[in-house]
T-cell receptor, first 114, second 112 residues
């Protein structure tokens, strides 16, 4: 299916465990983004990528690691999950310039850290 | 410190009436603004945008107004429909930025 997908949709894990959230897009968009949504904060940018092998920090990068070996995939890893990382995570992609192009969002992953 | 603020967490409107959602920003370097709509269990979807060279942009029932001097934008939905019930996020960015800054969202409830 064309579009942007995230997996898993729901994940429960324990404090200290490593978790990887997957994001895949079929448009060959250059830019990809990871956001977290928390009550009272809206969407906050964790990391973004302008192209394969190019990533940069957003507003709240601590505790997260990203990679982008292929244009279509942008996994987000929580190396040692903490309760404060309980959130809904959204992946997004956009065409060339990123800044003013419309972002297309995936359906989200609801992560609970116990 | 949030650079984009939506001070109303919720809004309730009767079907057929106007819905007005507000957004304020602090960074004068922002020159492009967007509104996204989000239904439960789905990702946000783009609704409408406006460049700082304009003060109004209209798309069907949706109109966005930009007041640069006040650093304020608003989204008007006329007439409101029950299917418009969702969370609305405003976002800001510009040529000097590689990313968007989102507000905290306003939950709109349109009552039949």
């Amino acid at each position: 299916d064309a579009g942007i997908t995230q997996s898993p949709r729901y994940k429960i894990t324990e404090t200290g465990r490593q978790v990887t959230l997957m994001c895949h897009q079929t448009w060959s968009h250059s830019y990809m983004f990871w956001y977290r949504q928390d009550l009272g904060h809206g969407l906050r940018l964790i990391y973004y990528s302008a192209a394969a092998d190019i990533t940069d920090k957003g507003e709240v990068p601590d505790g997260y690691v990203v990679s982008r070996s292929k244009t279509e995939n942008f996994p987000l890893t929580l190396e040692s999950a903490t309760r404060s990382q309980t959130s809904v995570y959204f992946c997004a992609s956009s065409e060339d310039r990123g800044a003013t192009d419309t972002q297309y969002f995936g359906p989200g992953t609801r992560l609970t850290v116990l | 410190d949030q650079q984009v603020k939506q001070n109303s967490p919720s809004l309730s409107v009767q079907e057929g009436r106007i819905s007005i959602l507000n957004c304020d920003y602090t960074n004068s370097m922002f020159d492009y603004f967007l509104w996204y709509k989000k239904y439960p269990a789905e990702g946000p979807t783009f609704l409408i945008s406006i460049s700082s060279i304009k003060d109004k942009n209209e798309d069907g029932r949706f109109t966005v107004f930009l007041n640069k001097s006040a650093k304020h934008l608003s989204l008007h939905i006329v007439p409101s429909q029950p299917g418009d019930s969702a969370v609305y996020f405003c976002a800001a960015t510009g040529d000097n930025f590689n990313k968007f800054y989102f507000g905290s969202g306003t939950k709109l409830n349109v009552k039949p």
